[in-house]
Nanobody, 124 residues
């Protein structure tokens, strides 16, 4: 079972940037489709971004396109989420997810492995 550990969350001003990281344990990282999701208080968990195992295909929620970038380093077993021009309403717990798959997945039900989350807080 892959274990995922997110980091990089914190307090950011509206319009600021953060880079989240998700480190995966185990030798199979390069076989995993990876995703980022977020959940704000009182709201359902929502898709943010996904990346295929090779990193050649990415997908984003419409609300973050052009501002967020998902990437991965298979040599470091890590996936990243660069977030720019953050909005106050994007304060949430951000979760990393993984699944053995060869395709992009935007549904949280498609992922079987989840991290514990990292908190992003906005100061507007």
């Amino acid at each position: 079972q892959v274990q995922l550990v997110e980091s990089g969350g914190g307090l950011v001003q509206a319009g600021g940037s953060l880079r989240l990281s998700c480190a995966a344990s185990g030798p199979t990282f390069s076989a995993l489709t990876m995703g980022w999701f977020r959940q704000a208080p009182g709201k359902e968990r929502a898709f943010v971004a996904s990346i295929t195992r090779s990193g050649t295909i990415t997908d984003y929620a419409n609300s973050v396109k052009g501002r967020f970038t998902i990437s991965r380093d298979n040599a470091k077993n890590t996936v990243y989420l660069q977030m720019n021009s953050l909005k106050p309403e994007e304060a949430a717990v951000y979760y990393c997810a993984a699944e053995t798959a060869g395709w992009i997945m935007s549904r949280d039900t498609g992922y079987s492995c989840w991290g514990q989350g990292t908190q992003v807080t906005s100061s507007s």
